[in-house]
Structures are given as C-alpha cells and as structure tokens.
C-alpha cells in the first residue's frame, strides 16, 4: 500500500484564452510490488490513483498513475 500527497503548479486556460497558474492538490494512494534484483538494489512498480479529483486536474477522473523505478542502498 502507498499514499501521498502533492501539488502540482500548472498554467490553465480559459475560454478566452487568458491563462493563470495556480496549484493543483494530488492524494495518490494504491498498492504496489517490490523486487531485489541485487546486493543492495531493487526494482519497483506501482499503480496510484488520484483520489481528491480536483476540477482543475489536467487528469482524466480515475486514471491510474503508473510508477517504475529502481531504488539502491548503500
């Protein structure tokens, strides 16, 4: 399980064309698979979704976040 919070400052538009930023709240929360792949290192994959979905989201309702990285310790 994950959970995070952030805020993303994005440039958005109105009909008119006229733009202003502001900052856009995320909640991501989902589940996801940890893997060693070494001595000290690992690889990770994760779905999240948005669960706050905010009016001014440049996102899709629901649509998933997919997260693949590789973490090493030292």
């Given at each position: 399980?994950?959970?995070?919070?952030?805020?993303?400052?994005?440039?958005?538009?109105?009909?008119?064309?006229?733009?202003?930023?502001?900052?856009?709240?995320?909640?991501?929360?989902?589940?996801?698979?940890?893997?060693p792949?070494?001595?000290?290192?690992?690889?990770n994959?994760?779905?999240?979704?948005?669960?706050?979905?905010?009016s001014?989201?440049?996102?899709?309702?629901?649509?998933?976040?997919?997260?693949?990285?590789?973490?090493?310790?030292?």
């Open positions: 399980m994950h959970a995070e919070y952030a805020a993303f400052n994005y440039e958005l538009y109105n009909p008119l064309g006229e733009s202003n930023r502001e900052w856009v709240p995320f909640l991501f929360v989902g589940a996801g698979y940890s893997q792949i070494g001595g000290n290192a690992w690889l994959a994760q779905v999240l979704f948005d669960v706050l979905q905010s001014k989201s440049p996102y899709n309702d629901w649509e998933p976040f997919y997260s693949i990285g590789v973490g090493v310790g030292f």
